[in-house]
């Protein structure tokens, strides 16, 4: 079974640093795409940005670029989201989501949504 | 970047059809999916490439596109549709993702 397992809730104070995890397991790790999604709360989804575990190739949504990093080691089939010194309008849920590969023939290519999702990690910031 | 609008809430009786639009012009040459989330879960896929639906999704999830408008339609809508929908799209490079708003489904 094809899975994003996330780690658990953090409670953190502004400035602080915090990176949060998600593991993937049934599927080979370096041939997928894996995203990053927040939800404030009572609010919507916004897309943060999205990485090839293969070859660290990273893309972020505007809003988010500089705001966080997105990294992976794919020698744990693990995926991270971090942030350097956090604040209150941190506080969310952080959800990660695996596109699927779209393939014609031979050729493959990350297909443009998500079918995969973690759980979510619940981050709040507050003094 | 670029912009896709959705209606605040949607309500319905049980029974009924309920149609959600997406809207944007970048969705003319984009493709459209749709995710259904329900209050302390993660968002489901309900509807991919505009009108495709995946297995394990109900027939009653349809979709459907004209020029700049995407619908999501369920039909015979059930007390357990009631969620928030998501319209979802992203452009050629992969690298420009847009969720709209979201809609709030009440089965009234």
């Known amino acids: 079974e094809v899975q994003l397992v996330q780690s658990g809730a953090e409670v953190k104070k502004p400035g602080e640093s915090l990176k949060i995890s998600c593991k993937g397991s049934?599927?080979?790790?370096?041939?997928?795409?894996i995203g990053w999604v927040r939800q404030m709360p009572g609010k919507g989804l916004e897309w943060m940005g999205i990485?090839?575990?293969?070859?660290?190739?990273?893309r972020y949504s505007p809003s988010f670029q500089g705001q966080v990093t997105i990294s992976a080691d794919k020698s744990i089939s693990t995926a991270y989201l971090q942030w350097s010194s956090l604040k209150a309008s941190d506080t969310a849920i952080y959800y990660c989501?695996?596109?699927?590969?779209?393939?014609?023939?031979?050729?493959?290519?990350?297909?443009?949504?998500?079918?995969?999702w973690g759980k979510g990690t619940t981050v709040t910031v507050s003094s | 970047s670029y912009e896709v609008t959705q209606p605040p809430s949607v309500s319905v009786s049980p029974g009924q059809t309920a149609r959600i639009t997406c809207s944007g012009d970048?969705?003319?040459?984009?493709?459209v999916y749709w995710y259904q989330q329900k209050p302390g879960q993660a968002p489901v896929l309900v509807i991919y490439?505009?009108?495709e639906r995946p297995s394990g999704i109900p027939e009653r999830f349809s979709g459907s596109s004209s020029g700049t408008t995407v619908t999501l339609t369920i039909s015979g809508v059930q007390a357990e549709d009631e969620a928030d929908y998501y319209c979802?799209?992203?452009?050629?490079?992969?690298?420009?993702?847009?969720f709209g708003g979201g809609t709030k489904l009440t089965v009234l």
């Open positions: 989501a695996r596109p699927p590969n779209v393939c014609s023939g031979d050729n493959c290519y990350m297909g443009g949504y998500m079918d995969v």
């Open positions: 990485i090839y575990p293969g070859d660290s190739d990273t």
């Open positions: 970048a969705l003319r040459n984009q493709y």
């Open positions: 979802q799209s992203v452009d050629r490079s992969g690298s420009d993702w847009v």
């Open positions: 490439k505009d009108s």
């Open positions: 049934g599927y080979s790790f370096t041939n997928y795409w």
